[in-house]
């Protein structure tokens, strides 16, 4: 197993700076991906391992994720109203990447998650919270920015279907199943109908 | 009445403008004052009334070992963590390539466990090779002046005080080669404390660590001369002990900062300016200012004459700067009337008619120095928000972009980046060493592995590419065109209304002397004797002259 180097956050953001650049970034997207690194550092977040995985896909080429975010917070960080629908790339690597950039339009314009047919994969909060959902994975898959729904007073919790179908489905792991038995046992040995 | 009580000066001279005050041959006449990091410590240290202490000392009779200095503030206590070697001559070197050192320190947040004493001793004297956690907030190492330590220990071990002449003629036992702070190997994050009060101004933990080594550089001579002489040797004349700074040895890796670091550039340049201005604008002077103005005089004077350099560049701003010293010692006797209105701010106009750049950035200098009361707030400004403004508002036409250049770099138009001369230079890392260097474009290789240090050309190549858009493009289609500009663009735009962030110069520039933004820098540490072995390497002297750890009132 590997060690563990113990990071300062202004070490990893100077290291993948220079790797970023190293990889072929110019200097200003190399700047971008170590303030992304430190950003998702910052939230305990393997920021050093999901650069070395995306930064080994951009150098054969291949989007990136630090190259999408700031296309799009470029355009909508400092706008206002709801966020038109962008889709991502597919299969793009370090997804988690986008995070810091989706924070920056959160800010201005509200809660904005990466979404999928399947439900959400990540939501980003105006603070920079960030909540994962029950679709998200280390590679983009059909997934699209969209602003997230306000949510509602914390009286009420806000569940996707899919995560309520998932524990559901748990849930009915504590119940017995039907038997004649059961049934004849469910209730009254008398009519009800008196 | 305390600073904080003050009301805020009133202002009528307005600060010098960038276009004078940035330029690198300015600059490179900077020279240290009451607002520079190490007197803004030793101000605190005092005032809050830090307390010190030196509680382990374990050094054997050849000088190896052990100790811990321990600096406790009224809410926190740091620790000075050395380690003593016993180095070879043959392998003393200042050089970032050295990988063993007659000393090694780390500053630790609070006060050492055994167990921390056990893991710095592992890896603090390995220095880069080795890493420290976030419980140090800064890793250094020292290398001996073999004159000076050895005839210090020779004489004291014979129970005799060294040759003051031979104190002066190096000032300092050990100089050290690197102090790293913030984030570096492991260390804490300076945002991790830069809330601090006692850390909010640049360099606080460095410049503590390099107080506190400079009483250890004299506790192990006095250590070892006890260990030769016995019975005879006597400790060092605490006079003489007062003339011992620590002695710094740095090259190029300094150069980058002032660079890499605009808004912490300008929060510097303007906390400076300010004072001047402030000062500038008394409208009389107290007579207590005149006998103090007279007496920093006196001392720049002394200090001027023996200082030592044998760089013909050093050595000409030395002849200018004494010929100034004496100069503004007989106008000021003779001619400056300390009675008329505004006095200060005419000896400063007599200084900039009658004085070199060097006489004038001494004169600066020794302006504020008895003015600690109308200046000294403004200690509180040297720190920067580094963060702001690195978001880039892509919606921001090109139109809009072009005339924030024009009004902010129109200081460019001096450079002509078609010729060679202005560009033959190149900042790089390298490989083997990972230090910046600066090569030759046209006689070296791996330019294309060029750090963006050269901001006026790279600035200028901005302004090209957008000579070639339209009015109404947004920045973010421009960026997504053309990402090899978005630092120079980013730049552009996190610094409007810094007026003192640029170095209004080309420092790819085939006459561009390193050795002057090394020495902006190091006056605003608090420096002196700067002393150049080359147009990029130097050494200098820190707390020459200021009290020890001992000499403070606790």
Redo the contacts between chains.
């Keep these: 197993m590997d060690d563990v180097?113990?990071?300062?956050?202004?070490?990893l953001r100077?290291l993948v700076t220079k790797a970023a650049r190293g990889a072929g970034?110019?200097?200003?997207?190399a700047?971008?991906a170590g303030?992304a690194a430190e950003w998702l550092a910052r939230r305990s977040l393997p920021a050093g391992k999901w650069a070395a995985d995306w930064l080994a896909e951009a150098i054969n080429g291949k989007p990136d994720p630090v190259?999408f975010g700031?296309?799009l917070?470029?355009?909508l960080?400092?706008?206002d109203g709801p966020l038109p629908q962008e889709d991502l790339p597919e299969d793009m690597v370090a997804p988690a990447y986008i995070l810091p950039f989706l924070h920056?339009i959160a800010t201005r314009r509200g809660p904005v998650e990466l979404a999928s047919p399947l439900g959400r994969a990540v939501l980003v909060e105006a603070d920079g919270t960030v909540v994962f959902g029950p679709s998200w994975s280390e590679r983009a898959r059909s997934w699209r920015v969209q602003s997230a729904r306000i949510r509602q007073g914390a009286s009420r919790a806000q569940v996707e279907a899919s995560v309520a179908e998932c524990l559901e489905r748990l849930a009915l792991r504590t119940t017995v199943p039907p038997s004649d038995a059961s049934r004849r046992n469910a209730g009254s040995v008398t009519s009800d109908n008196d | 009445m305390s600073v904080a009580q003050r009301t805020e000066p009133v202002v009528e001279v307005a600060p010098r403008t960038p276009d004078v005050v940035m330029r690198l041959s300015r600059m490179g006449s900077a020279h240290p004052m009451r607002l520079s990091f190490l007197r803004v410590l030793l101000r605190r240290l005092e005032n809050e009334r830090w307390r010190f202490e030196r509680t382990l000392w374990e050094v054997n009779d050849r000088g190896v070992g052990r100790a811990v200095y321990r600096a406790q503030g009224p809410f926190r206590t740091y620790s000075l963590v050395a380690f003593a070697h016993d180095l070879p001559d043959e392998m003393r070197s200042d050089r970032v390539i050295a990988t063993a050192w007659d000393a090694t320190f780390a500053l630790v947040d609070g006060v050492p466990s055994p167990a921390d004493l056990d893991r710095l001793s592992a890896n603090v004297p390995l220095q880069e090779a080795g890493?420290i956690?976030?419980k140090e907030l800064s890793l250094s190492r020292a290398n001996r002046s073999v004159r000076l330590f050895s005839h210090v220990v020779d004489r004291l071990a014979g129970g005799r005080q060294p040759d003051p002449a031979e104190i002066d003629a190096v000032g300092y036992l050990m100089r050290t080669t690197a102090v790293y702070g913030?984030?570096?190997?492991?260390?804490?994050?300076?945002?991790e404390i830069a809330e601090r009060p006692e850390l909010t101004a640049p360099f606080q933990a460095e410049m503590l660590s390099v107080w506190l080594i400079r009483a250890f550089t004299v506790d192990i001579a006095e250590h070892m001369a006890r260990a030769r002489g016995g019975a005879k040797a006597v400790r060092l004349d605490r006079a003489l002990r007062r003339r011992l700074g620590v002695g710094n040895s740095t090259g190029l890796g300094m150069a980058p900062f002032l660079v890499r670091h605009p808004r912490l550039l300008n929060s510097w340049m303007t906390a400076r300016e300010m004072a001047l201005a402030r000062v500038r604008s008394l409208p009389e002077a107290e007579p207590a200012a005149v006998d103090d103005f007279w007496a920093a005089l006196e001392e720049a004077r002394a200090n001027a004459l023996s200082w030592r350099s044998d760089h013909p560049a050093q050595m000409a701003k030395l002849a200018d700067l004494r010929g100034d010293l004496a100069k503004l010692a007989q106008h000021v006797r003779s001619e400056w009337n300390c009675a008329a209105p505004m006095p200060w701010n005419t000896l400063w106009l007599w200084g900039e008619a009658h004085l070199s750049e060097e006489g004038q950035e001494c004169l600066l200098a020794l302006l504020i120095e008895p003015h600690g009361a109308v200046v000294d707030d403004l200690s509180d400004a040297l720190h920067a928000d580094e963060s702001a403004g690195?978001?880039?508002?892509?919606?921001m036409s090109i139109a809009r972009l072009r005339d924030i250049l024009a009004r902010d770099y129109a200081w460019l138009q001096r450079f002509d980046f078609a010729d060679p001369a202005q560009v033959a230079r190149f900042w790089y890392v390298s490989e083997e060493k990972l230090e910046p260097r600066l090569g030759n474009r046209y006689q070296e290789s791996g330019q294309e592995r060029e750090q963006?240090l050269g901001i006026a050309r790279d600035v200028s190549l901005l302004a090209a590419a957008l000579a070639q858009e339209a009015e109404d493009c947004?920045?973010?289609a421009f960026?997504?065109r053309s990402?090899?500009?978005?630092?120079?663009?980013?730049r552009v735009l996190a610094l409007r209304g810094l007026p003192y962030a640029e170095i209004r110069d080309n420092i790819l520039d085939d006459a561009m002397l390193p050795i002057d933004i090394l020495r902006c820098k190091l006056a605003f540490f608090g420096a002196t004797r700067f002393d150049p072995r080359s147009d990029r390497w130097v050494r200098i002297s820190l707390f020459q002259g200021q009290p020890y750890p001992d000499e403070m009132a606790g």
Excluded: V
Excluded at chain 1, 25 to 29: A, E, F, H, P, V
Excluded at chain 2, 390 to 395: M, N
Excluded at chain 2, 483 to 490: I, M, T, Y
């Design positions: 180097l113990d990071m300062a956050h202004s070490e100077s970034l110019s200097w200003g997207m700047e971008e303030w190259g700031t296309g917070a470029d355009r960080a400092f706008g920056l | 890493r956690s976030a913030s984030g570096k190997f492991g260390a804490a994050d300076r945002d690195f978001a880039i508002d892509g919606r963006p947004p920045l973010s960026l997504l990402p090899e500009h978005r630092h120079s663009l980013r």
